[in-house]
């Protein structure tokens, strides 16, 4: 995974993934979720952002023979998330989640 994020273009800030395999308790009927956080002022669907994220998408999920789930974010809407002092997906993300690539979010 780790390799294959250098091709994507712009670089993430932060790619990091969650639930069953970050717990450690997928098998090959579960999906990969994926956080993917785009750096601040590229839109979700612009280009040459979105082929590439897909291109890295369609690669891990072909090694891994499991479909990939991405939930995109943007580093301030991540902060702003994050700011919020109460139970959350996005809380959950960080405090179960395993880093793969960018900046660890533990420094945000």
Known sequence: ????????????ANIRLF???ARGVSDWKRDIDVLIVRPD?????SE?????VDAWRESVAE???NRVEILFTSET?????????EPSVWREILVQ????FGAELATW
């Open 1 to 12: 995974m780790v390799d294959l994020a250098t091709s994507i273009d712009p670089a993430p």
């Open 19 to 21: 639930g069953s395999v």
């Open 41 to 45: 002022g590229i839109e979700e669907f």
């Open 48 to 52: 040459p952002w979105f082929s590439s």
């Open 63 to 65: 090694l891994a023979t």
């Open 77 to 85: 809407e991540l902060r702003v998330r994050l700011a919020i002092d």
């Open 97 to 100: 989640g395993r880093h793969v």
